[in-house]
């Protein structure tokens, strides 16, 4: 699909700029604003905290809520799952690791430093998973290992609600690709830290694979070391709703973070993907690229990037795409790209999102070489996620994405 | 022998205010073995009639029948068309991004024989009609049409035409953007699968250089939705050094 919005497209985004030392804005009467600067995360009512009761229950008309369906999401936004965990006990779920040599994991409470470190919990939801939680698990890549096959952490949901806190480290130098990959049902809030040491590479991979009716929000923080390579990929196709937060913050200059993401949202299905990408250090370096099919009935997609360049960001490079293939009627998408820039010294920022249906002049050619329409329609959705695939760079998550769209497609686009 | 039949085809598209009648009465018989030249001025409808044989669904087709060897074309979908044996290739070739070339020939070929071709013979097809076409091996794990110049994609749909072996190939204005190295070479495609005698062949042109190359036993003038003259390749010579100013003048176009 070209770089444009084709016909039919919906857009929104919006894009502020600033000039570096140009001086605080001036705010008050007259000037059409209430209150001076307002950086990305302000636009949230509440300051992210550690502590579910800094913030209120959500009511829907929120900016950050306003798409999520509040009435499916289980009680985690209003203190009932967590009432209903502790007088009936909470669910299960059933963790299997997968540790190369050298991996080492643990059990850890919230006082210990890596629990939180990465990011602060955003929402009430984030903020509930963080103050329920019993215990963290820890995985550890020491310094200067360099994995030749992939860390695994296989969450398989038995029902009830849980509260999760996971922290991942990989130490300077190190080279590691996790997958977290979530299978089964239940209703799930979660923490993830994703601490990425100085000079480090960490490939992390979240998978969506829920039953139908699994209901998961999860706050996914990068923190990204000096000259570290993170990449994000999320990869959502199960669950009735998924709600995730994957942010990225640099702890030194020379960071660089790519964030794939790809979606698949069935009748019914809400899936929603929000990223905040800060650029508040120098030379840090980001990429967005997210893409998702929608079919049936009240399909809802979400998606919203926001990338923040701070004054101090100079040299920043970034870039976020977001794009949305509808394969029928009756699905919706919310796809919402920010850039806020407080900076002019930077080598490169912008965004696109577009939302079409099936182009029908690719239909077209494939079916006038014989091709049967639904093999047609599949071919192009297939090539659709693959052009994304093929960037991920790890060619056994790359082999198994391939086969899951497969199966997906297999099932659903006739 | 396979025959296509043309009879009084008449086609419309929406515009604005209502449907406009771009052909209106279009004859031509075209059999196996036979090459037609199609020339007329632009906004002739010449296009439109390649596209309409093909079914793109932008063109309504309202009065009329097209047969191939006696089945009704007008009744068949765009890929039951290409099973029976109808082949376009198209002047503005569509990109399909994350769709390999070799995927996207191999899942053609497939439908169109009625069974995947085997492997190792397939492997070897495609490489010689590539090299045959002076194609980069390497063009075949690129995305079909991605980035591709107007040289590799005309490349590309003679590829194509020489891999799917049609009946009927309808080549819409495969000469154009091509500089003359090009033009040669994709020429001597064609000319390769029309001396196989197993194909008709359908080409619709703006200007005569392509017939330096590639011999027409029929030529056709295209005005204002129909065909108005028809000879042999003489007749192109005469197209050749006086233009189609008598065939448009007189409100023959619109």
Redesign the interface.
Known sequence: ??EQNTPGSTTAGSIEVGTAGAGEQLAGPGTGRDTVRQPIDARVAVKPSFDVNDFPVPTGREEDWRFTPLHRLGGLHDGNAAEGAVRDGAGSDKIELGLPEGVTSELVGREDARVGKAGTPVDRVAAQAFSAFEQALVVTVPKETVLTEPVRIDVHGEGGVRFAHLVIEVKPFAEAVVVLNHTGTGTRAANVDLLVGDGAKLTFVSVQDWERDAVHVAQQNALVGRDATFKSVVVTFGGDVVRLHPRVNYAAPGGEAELFGLYFADAGQHLEHRLVIDHDTPHCRSNVAYKGALQGQDAHAVWIGDVLIRAAALGTDTYELNRNLVLTDGARVDSVPNLEIETGEIVGAGHASATGRF????L??????????D??RR??V??????LV?QIGVAEIQDRLLEKIEAELEETVA | MATLEIRDLHVSVEAEGGPREILKGVDLTVKQGETHAIMGPNGSGKSTLAYSLAGHPKYTVTGGQVLLDGEDVLEMSVDERARAGLFLAMQYPVEVPGVSVSNFLRTAATAVRGEAPKLRLWVKEVKEAMAALQMDPAFAERNVNEGFSGGEKKRHEILQLELLKPKVAILDETDSGLDVDALRVVSEGINRVRSTGEVGTLLVTHYTRILRYIKPDYVHVFASGRIVESGGAELADKLEEEGYESYVKGGASE
């Open positions: 699909m070209a182009d029908d002049e690719q077209f050619y494939l079916q006038s070489r014989g091709v049967p329409a093999e047609a071919l192009v297939r090539g659709f996620f693959a052009e093929q």
